[in-house]
């Protein structure tokens, strides 16, 4: 079994869904976990709570990984209530599908200043803290590889994390500094709802696609992302995981 004893894991992002669901995973192996978030503060302290409750440590602190100022006190905080950081997983993102023709200056920027520019700046101070064997877990996506219709920024957002997941494992593998990414499919959470994902014509076709028959779990993905935080994955770096069912 994965172990984190010891570890102290910052996980942006980590209020609900995917984000919440790696918090408790890494929380469950033993490591102290951060949660951000940036405007759920109630499901944020719900995650905490269960942490907690299962007998884990762990601290919510609110910032924008688009804002260079909240992600230093981010980890300043990290650092303040548990003497180190070990482990980020880039998970914060957002996205909208849109077609060209409405594709906006002010859409473009708020992906790409989360998705890109926070998974930077989030590594960035990472990277200045981690003493040691380190891990940076980044979220990607199938549609980095293979985008749908109407997904021109987001693939693009995820294209890029691809790239700075590649550069970053050759920049801080010396430093015993491991950087992979995860792809997920499909994966059942309030943001696939809420993009009216659950139930509809596209949904359902996301499904038949998949070879394993079902859209994903945040657990599901949780998982490979304890499996890289851990020792487990010590020959990792620079690597691509898709976790889709076979969802190409």
């Given at each position: 079994?994965?172990?984190?004893?010891?570890?102290?894991?910052?996980?942006?992002?980590?209020?609900?869904?995917?984000?919440?669901?790696?918090?408790?995973?890494?929380?469950?192996?033993g490591?102290?976990?951060?949660?951000?978030?940036?405007?759920?503060?109630?499901?944020?302290?719900?995650?905490?709570?269960?942490?907690?409750?299962?007998?884990?440590?762990?601290?919510?602190?609110?910032?924008?990984?688009?804002?260079?100022?909240?992600?230093?006190?981010?980890?300043?905080?990290?650092?303040?209530?548990?003497?180190?950081?070990?482990?980020?997983?880039?998970?914060?993102?957002?996205?909208?599908?849109?077609?060209?023709?409405?594709?906006?200056?002010?859409?473009?920027?708020?992906?790409?200043?989360?998705?890109?520019?926070?998974?930077?700046?989030?590594?960035?101070?990472?990277?200045?803290?981690?003493?040691?064997p380190?891990?940076?877990?980044?979220?990607?996506?199938?549609?980095?590889?293979?985008?749908?219709?109407?997904?021109?920024?987001?693939?693009?957002?995820?294209?890029?994390?691809d790239?700075?997941?590649?550069?970053?494992?050759?920049?801080?593998?010396?430093?015993?500094?491991?950087?992979?990414?995860?792809?997920?499919?499909?994966?059942?959470?309030?943001?696939?709802?809420?993009?009216?994902?659950?139930?509809?014509?596209?949904?359902?076709?996301?499904?038949?696609?998949?070879?394993?028959?079902?859209?994903?779990?945040?657990?599901?993905?949780?998982?490979?992302?304890?499996?890289?935080?851990?020792?487990?994955?010590?020959?990792?770096?620079?690597?691509?995981?898709?976790?889709?069912?076979?969802?190409?």
């Amino acid at each position: 079994m994965s172990s984190l004893q010891g570890k102290v894991a910052v996980v942006t992002g980590a209020s609900k869904g995917i984000g919440a669901a790696i918090a408790r995973q890494l929380a469950a192996a033993g490591a102290a976990v951060v949660v951000n978030y940036d405007s759920s503060r109630e499901g944020a302290a719900k995650v905490v709570k269960e942490i907690v409750a299962a007998g884990g440590q762990a601290l919510a602190v609110q910032g924008s990984v688009a804002r260079e100022a909240d992600v230093k006190r981010l980890f300043d905080e990290a650092e303040a209530r548990f003497g180190r950081v070990d482990v980020l997983v880039n998970n914060a993102g957002v996205y909208a599908f849109a077609p060209l023709e409405q594709v906006t200056e002010a859409e473009y920027r708020r992906q790409f200043d989360t998705n890109v520019l926070g998974t930077l700046l989030a590594s960035r101070e990472a990277a200045r803290r981690i003493e040691g064997p380190g891990s940076i877990i980044n979220l990607s996506s199938v549609v980095s590889e293979n985008p749908l219709p109407g997904s021109s920024v987001y693939s693009a957002t995820k294209g890029a994390v691809d790239a700075i997941t590649q550069t970053l494992a050759k920049e801080l593998g010396a430093r015993g500094i491991r950087v992979n990414s995860i792809a997920p499919g499909p994966v059942r959470t309030e943001g696939f709802a809420q993009a009216g994902f659950e139930g509809s014509e596209a949904g359902q076709h996301l499904v038949a696609g998949t070879p394993l028959g079902r859209l994903g779990e945040p657990d599901d993905i949780a998982r490979v992302a304890l499996f890289l935080a851990s020792e487990e994955s010590a020959w990792l770096t620079g690597e691509r995981i898709s976790a889709s069912g076979g969802l190409n």
